[in-house]
């Protein structure tokens, strides 16, 4: 059983920075598919970035140049580097991992991310 929690998320106004964390335990995410996704009040859930077991990252057209996806895989914890965030960024983020890439995906909690004009 793979459990993913997230962290990091907070209040921030336009133009600033956070850093999520998504600590999972279970399965080593080396040997996971991991994506980052967000759900906006009253929308469905939005892709944001994914990072295969490479370590090659792809992002959402608006995240390019400004998020950053990482891994460190002896604390088997992911990271999602967010600058000059904007209002439209405000979201609940989850982090999800698929292990060994065969589209069973587990998710966090998700952690709320809110960026003010």
């Known amino acids: 059983q793979v459990q993913l929690v997230e962290s990091g998320g907070g209040a921030v106004q336009a133009g600033g920075s956070l850093r999520l964390s998504c600590v999972a335990s279970?399965?080593?995410?080396?040997?996971?598919?991991i994506n980052w996704v967000r759900q906006a009040p009253g929308k469905g859930r939005e892709w944001v970035a994914s990072?295969?077991?490479?370590?090659?990252?792809t992002y959402f057209d608006s995240a390019k140049g400004r998020f950053t996806g990482s891994k460190d895989s002896a604390k088997n914890t992911l990271y999602l580097q967010m600058n000059n965030l904007n209002p439209e960024d405000t979201a609940m983020y989850y982090c999800?991992?698929?292990?060994?890439?065969?589209?069973?995906?587990?998710w966090g909690q998700g952690t709320q991310v809110t960026v003010s004009s």
């Open positions: 279970g399965y080593p995410i080396t040997r996971s598919c």
């Open positions: 999800g991992a698929d292990p060994d890439c065969r589209g069973n995906w587990y």
């Open positions: 990072i295969n077991t490479y370590g090659i990252t």
